[in-house]
């Protein structure tokens, strides 16, 4: 195996598989571990998010020690793009497990709107405290300074960038710097090291989709922009019938977000059991997670992304026959976090892949 990569969502670990696919390196992305594996990449989802640190960092450990994967040429730690989650636990977990080795850490992702600068991410040019992900109902975000969330000890190196070369320019250093074979930050880094590993070949069509279930399980506002404006365009409908179709569930005030996201994995599954669409679009990662768990964990074969940060994954018809047993083809998942993306990217989504 080349490439380790762990993330602690499901959409960050799908679009971190989209970006090294899309490089011409295949790549499986696994809710669990994997004892053995011939592809290039295997991207582990840990589900770690919400996770104490140090539940957190056992779960790195055990994602490694019981994949067989304790010889990769990279590990890369895919991290969220607003400094959400056990950051600097899961990196102190992968500098115990590889001693030897240093990190490299680039925050930033220019084409989805975050900077680094001093030190310091940004999103959309706000200092990422100052912004909504500063009131997240289960990560809140209090401090903008990269450093400040990682332990002093921890052998990273922390790079700043503002553009999509600079990343390049950072995927160099790090692959050319031989101790440094841990490189971590949001999917925009494992790009440029992907490209670089693996220059870009032709790539494949997008597959088509006729019909579409959605579902936003996200509380971002930017998710319920994304929706409304969709509906508005008739991108979307809520109509039954309709060939793209938004589906949604009521909960009590007081519910608990985990657990709305399990109900909406089991609703989902229903409802594919019941309409049997060409795909479904799931908004935020845990209900994409909960989804997947619904479907008995199967592994996904990532495809590409529809738009940059909007991957498209395919679970095998043979890995859901006993959830399914009815279905006889291939289902298509589309993930999108919540807190990114333009007001129009569901109907682009539409636009490109609806024939």
């Known amino acids: 195996m080349c ?8 959409t960050g670990a799908l679009e971190v598989g989209a970006k090294f696919q899309i490089a011409g390196m295949p790549a499986l992305i696994s809710a669990r571990p994997l004892n053995a594996s011939d592809t290039s990449v295997i991207v ?10 140090e539940a957190a960092g056992q779960e790195i450990r055990r994602f490694v020690l019981n994949s067989a994967s304790m010889r990769p040429r990279l590990v890369y730690k895919k991290t969220d793009s607003t400094l959400r989650g056990n950051i600097s636990a899961e990196l102190r977990a992968l500098a115990d497990l590889f001693p030897k ?9 220019p084409a989805l709107g975050r900077t680094v600068k001093n030190g310091v991410l940004y999103v959309d040019g706000i200092a990422v405290a100052k912004t909504a992900f500063a009131h997240d109902i289960l990560n809140p975000v209090h401090d903008s300074s990269v450093c400040a969330i990682l332990e002093p000890q921890l052998p990273c190196t922390v790079f700043d960038g503002a553009t999509d070369a600079d990343l390049a320019t950072t995927a160099a250093a790090i692959l050319s710097d031989e101790t440094m074979c841990i490189a971590a930050g949001p999917a925009g880094l494992a790009a440029a090291i992907a490209q670089q590993l693996h220059p870009p070949g032709c790539t494949s069509p997008l597959p088509k989709v006729r019909r579409c279930l959605v579902m936003n399980g996200s509380l971002h506002k930017h998710s319920a922009e994304q929706i409304q404006r969709a509906e508005a365009r008739r991108c979307i409908s809520r109509r039954a019938g309709a060939s793209w179709r938004i589906l949604q569930k009521s909960y009590d005030a007081s519910a608990a977000p985990t657990e709305v996201a399990r109900e909406n994995g089991r609703f989902l599954l229903q409802q594919i059991a019941a309409g049997d669409p060409d795909a479904v679009l799931v908004i935020g990662g845990d209900t994409a997670f909960a989804l997947i768990a619904a479907l008995g964990l199967p592994t996904l074969i990532p495809i590409d992304e529809v738009v940059p940060g909007i991957p498209v994954s395919r679970v095998r018809a043979s890995q859901l026959a006993h959830i399914l047993p009815g279905r006889k083809r291939d289902l298509l998942l589309i993930t999108k976090a919540g807190g990114f993306g333009p007001p129009e990217a569901l109907c682009r989504i539409r636009e490109l892949l609806d024939p």
Do not use: C, V
């Not at 490439?3 to 499901?10: F, G, P, R, V």
């Not at 990190?103 to 930033?108: K, L, R, T």
């Open 3 to 10: 490439i380790l990569a762990l993330a602690d969502d499901m």
């Open 44 to 53: 582990f989802d840990t589900e770690t998010r919400h996770s104490s640190p």
């Open 101 to 109: 080795w240093r990190i490299g850490y680039a925050p930033a992702y």
